[in-house]
């Protein structure tokens, strides 16, 4: 059974720094797309960064050149180090995987694993 689960998320204020972690089980990581979403209150849930099984990355415009996905396939763990955070980049963060190469990697629909998600919360 594939199982998910997020840490790292906490209070931090603008221009801060947070390095999220995704500790994954019961599958062959490579074998796999992984993907961070994140929604926020009164919000849709929203693609933020996704690595390929061929270790390609892809970033929703709003975070590039400010958080990378990566992954250590040792310690079974994929990252999110999140940089210059703003307030806007409040609310839960979840990651996701998907069995396979996927067509966008920022795609709810693209996933059928999920985490219960860790809270981020960014002041100003």
């Known amino acids: 059974q594939v199982r998910l689960a997020e840490s790292g998320g906490g209070s931090v204020q603008a221009g801060g720094s947070l390095r999220l972690s995704c500790v994954y089980s019961?599958?062959?990581?490579?074998?796999?797309?992984m993907g961070w979403f994140r929604q926020a209150p009164g919000k849709e849930r929203e693609g933020v960064a996704s690595?390929?099984?061929?270790?390609?990355?892809t970033y929703t415009d709003s975070v590039k050149d400010r958080f990378t996905i990566s992954q250590d396939k040792g310690k079974n763990t994929l990252y999110l180090q999140m940089n210059s955070l703003k307030p806007e980049d409040t609310g839960m963060y979840y990651c996701?995987?998907?069995?396979?190469?996927?067509?966008?990697?920022?795609?709810?629909?693209?996933?059928?694993?999920w985490g219960q998600g860790t809270q981020v919360t960014v002041s100003s």
């Open positions: 996701a995987a998907y069995p396979g190469p996927v067509a966008h990697g920022l795609e709810e629909y693209e996933y059928n694993y």
């Open positions: 019961g599958y062959t990581f490579s074998s796999y797309c």
């Open positions: 690595i390929e099984t061929d270790g390609s990355t």
